[in-house]
């Protein structure tokens, strides 16, 4: 990434008021970047105080899809590397968040279709058609979103363009207003006001356009000292777990330390991001921890640098690519798939954790794809599942309704015919596919698939990150909270209190089964001592458990 020769080729002292194809190129580039180093901000903003915020992640994989389809490409063509972003973007697209984007990218570059380069009319032009496409690509549209920043930003510099001398100008004025709408977010959306934070995706939309800016003003764009941060050491594991490893990223070293003077948290942070990635400071308790990712040659480098700023008390190193060759392993050796024959129906399904997806699988289903709330798999991870199946009728199961515009995005590319169960959780998912008929009709099977969605109640336990009040419910951060069909309905002290709660919140007295998928956070003896206590609370009702293995989520329970 030679962004610095790039900005200086480009700039030789004059004004800027046409972009080339490799010009957009380092554009593309820098707000990938500035996206990058601003992802943990936007992943932060999540309205829920659930650990598992992770917009900022699936509008970054978004656009380093893009940006991968460019990264060595020597096109001048404006239109031409346009395109190719938007066609990258499109099959890495992850998330709501990721899709919308995505769609953003498809509008923008159908603007610049055959364009050799780019002035500032036509950077107007397709924000406008970039708005259009992605308002277009949501069905029901909601304003306070990611879309009403792309729409204010667009109609601000259309009005704008006759002020405009160059882009700097230009950039300028877009920051400036996808800030001021991004502002504006809370007072469109009450969820986000009652919860104090803005709407995510007009964040990592900001950074985006921030980034062209900074491209211009050579200015840094891989570390931002003004969100120098230090977090509690109790929720520093809990957003790692949402992270990507990337190649570099051979080894995790932890240290455990006490400074001899105050931590100066800037040049901190600026000597750790020449060594590594992934830069976590939490404190707690007298002391620090730092938290960093590697490449083999500077395993010993964090610790040697923070033994002469202090006293090191703990370090731990961790080999990230046995790691993640060991979770390989044991995905591909935990279950079996159920063969499909060509001309049956079979079922794509996403689960959050292994012991979901031999369930899953124990149902058959035909393919599995590991995903969830910390880990939206992506557009082309979701066709390329459907298109690897040996039949021409499939159907989706998202299972968490970030992942269902993926989905929908998906079946757009392929000839099979192809059906999304608006599965928004995995009870329902587990509902849905009881119905399944693999030499049934397809669309009665679609049919029944659809109407199986109302006959469960869904409920998920975990932990939260921040003090919030949400729809008249106060949490404080580190309570346990409930998730009821995907809303906040009550927080408690302790996952066993939380989980009766629960219960009685859903009368479950109603129905006759209730079916508690339990996470890797909490051990089979608890669990099965709580079942314990359900049962003697409702002795006439159906009541198992299963491990299902997914992160972040003390309990996913059905209630049917």
Not at 9 to 25: C, H, R
Not at 312 to 336: G, Y
Not at 427 to 446: C, H, M, N, W, Y
Request: charged share 20%.
């Amino acid at each position: 990434m030679e962004l610095q020769s790039k900005i200086n080729a480009m700039q030789n002292g004059g004004k800027l008021t046409v972009m080339s194809g490799q010009q957009i190129k380092s554009l593309i580039e820098a707000g990938t970047l500035w996206l990058k180093t601003n992802q943990q901000i936007v992943n932060a903003l999540n309205v829920f105080p659930v650990p598992d915020g992770d917009t900022g992640s699936n509008m970054l994989l978004t656009m380093q899809a893009g940006w991968n389809e460019i990264a060595s490409s020597q096109e001048e063509n404006a239109g031409v590397i346009l395109r190719s972003v938007a066609q990258g973007a499109l099959m890495g697209a992850r998330g709501n968040s990721g899709v919308i984007l995505s769609q953003f990218w498809r509008g923008f570059s159908r603007a610049m279709d055959e364009q050799p380069v780019m002035d500032l009319t036509l950077f107007s032009k397709a924000l406008t058609e970039a708005k259009n496409t992605a308002y277009k690509g949501v069905v029901r549209p909601v304003e306070g979103t990611i879309l009403t920043v792309l729409k204010d930003t667009a109609n601000y510099v259309e009005s704008e363009l006759i002020a405009c001398s160059d882009f700097k100008d230009l950039f300028e004025k877009t920051v400036q207003a996808a800030n001021q709408s991004v502002d504006r977010t809370p007072e469109l959306l009450p969820v986000l006001k009652q919860a104090g934070v803005v709407d995510s995706g007009g964040k990592g939309l900001f950074f985006i356009f921030e980034g062209f800016l900074r491209w211009l003003n050579n200015e840094p764009l891989d570390i931002n000292p003004n969100i120098v941060e230090i977090k509690p050491i109790s929720l520093m594991s809990q957003e790692e777990e949402a992270e990507s490893i990337e190649p570099g990223q051979d080894f995790e070293v932890v240290v455990d330390f006490v400074p001899k003077n105050e931590l100066n948290l800037a040049p901190f942070y600026d000597r750790l991001s020449d060594i590594g990635t992934s830069i976590q400071v939490g404190e707690g308790d007298g002391m620090y921890r730092m938290h960093i990712h590697v490449p083999t040659e500077n395993i010993y480098a964090p610790i040697n640098y923070i033994m002469g700023l202090g006293t090191v008390t703990k370090v731990a190193i961790e080999n990230l690519i046995a790691q993640m060759e060991d979770i390989r392993k044991k995905k591909q050796s935990e279950f079996t798939l159920t063969p499909v024959e060509e001309g049956q129906i079979s079922v794509v399904a996403v689960s959050p954790g292994d012991g979901i997806s031999r369930i899953l699988a124990s149902l058959g289903v035909g393919s599995i794809i590991k995903g969830g709330q910390t880990m939206n798999p992506s557009t082309e991870e979701i066709l390329n599942a459907v298109n690897e199946l040996p039949t021409d009728k499939v159907i989706i199961l998202p299972n968490n309704k970030n992942i269902i515009l993926a989905a929908n995005n998906a079946i757009t590319q392929t000839d099979k015919t192809v059906a999304v169960i608006r599965s928004k959780n995995v009870p329902q998912g587990i509902s849905a596919l009881l119905r399944l008929d693999p030499d049934g009709d397809f669309e009665k099977i679609v049919e029944d698939m659809n109407s199986a969605l109302l006959d469960v109640q869904s409920g998920e336990i975990t932990i939260a990150t921040r003090t919030v009040e949400i729809n008249g419910v106060q949490v404080n951060e580190g309570q346990i909270i409930v998730i009821h069909n995907g809303d906040l309905v009550l927080s408690r002290n302790t996952v066993e209190e939380a989980l009766i709660a629960f219960l009685e919140e859903a009368k479950v007295e109603d129905y006759e089964r209730i079916t508690i998928f339990y996470g890797n956070n909490i051990e089979e003896a608890e669990v099965k001592r709580m079942v314990e206590l359900v049962q003697e609370k409702y002795p006439d009702h159906e009541i198992e458990y299963h491990y299902g293995g997914q992160p972040h989520y003390f309990f996913i329970i059905a209630i049917e």
